[in-house]
Structures are given as C-alpha cells and as structure tokens.
C-alpha cells in the first residue's frame, strides 16, 4: 500500500508542472488581469491627452492672436486652421494623427467669448473645440 501511495505521489508530481501552464494560458486570454493591463496604456494616454488639452486651452486663452485665431476657425469650420492652433500650443502631429476634430459654436452664456478643449482617447481619438457666445449673431 505504501508503494502504491508513493508512486501515485510521484505521478501527480511529475504531471504538475504541465498543469500550471495550461491554467495560465486559459486565466491569459481571458482573466481580468490581462484586460486591466491592456487598458492601463489607454487610461495614461486619455489623461495625458486631456492634459494637453487644458495646457493649449490655458496657453491659448492667454495669447490673444491664437485665440483669435481659434474663434476665426471654428466660425467658418476650418478645422486645418484649428490644427494649427492647437499643434502651437502643446499638441504634437503624433496627438493630432487620425483624431476626430470638432469644432463647435455653443449657446450663450451672458459673458466673454470663452473656449473649452475636451479631448477624449482612443479608437477614436476625438478632440472638441467649442465656443460659447455671448449672442449667436457673433
């Protein structure tokens, strides 16, 4: 009996290292762990491109050219003009590659011109540009 215990001890010994794989494999291609890894790159470039966002939108309010410049564009929907802008401002080419850019005339609000500049990530990389007025016949 002693003999037949070690040696079924010493079968799913030596079986066992061949399990453990097969287990990884299957939690791999379809666990949580993986899926959270995979969006981990995509949550930091949503936050760094919104950070972006609100670096341009600050550096642009306080240039009085560009803002005027980025009022201009988004009045006659000239998105190349509004890229421009932005590529001065602290976006690079490589944020502005393949995005969605959306230029938008808001309502009024009873004050200044102001801009916002949201951008969101990925697949599709959409970036807005939107200026609410004080009155729509600006």
Do not use: H, W
């Not at 602290?90 to 969605?100: M, V």
Request: hydrophobic share 40%; charged share 25%; net charge neutral.
């Amino acid at each position: 009996m002693n003999l037949l215990s070690s040696i079924s001890l010493f079968i799913v010994a030596s079986l066992l290292p061949l399990a453990v794989p097969v287990t990884a494999r299957a939690q791999g291609s379809s666990g949580e762990p993986n899926a959270r890894s995979a969006d981990t790159p995509q949550t930091a470039d949503a936050a760094s491109l919104q950070k972006k966002a609100s670096e341009a939108q600050a550096r642009i309010r306080a240039n009085k050219d560009d803002r005027g410049a980025l009022m201009r564009a988004i009045k006659i929907n000239e998105v190349p003009l509004a890229k421009e802008v932005l590529l001065r401002n602290g976006f690079t080419a490589e944020d502005l590659e393949n995005a969605k850019i959306t230029l938008r005339t808001g309502g009024g609000k009873g004050g200044e011109d102001e801009l916002e500049i949201s951008a969101t990530c990925c697949d599709p990389k959409e970036i807005t540009i939107q200026r609410s007025l004080e009155y729509f016949t600006k």
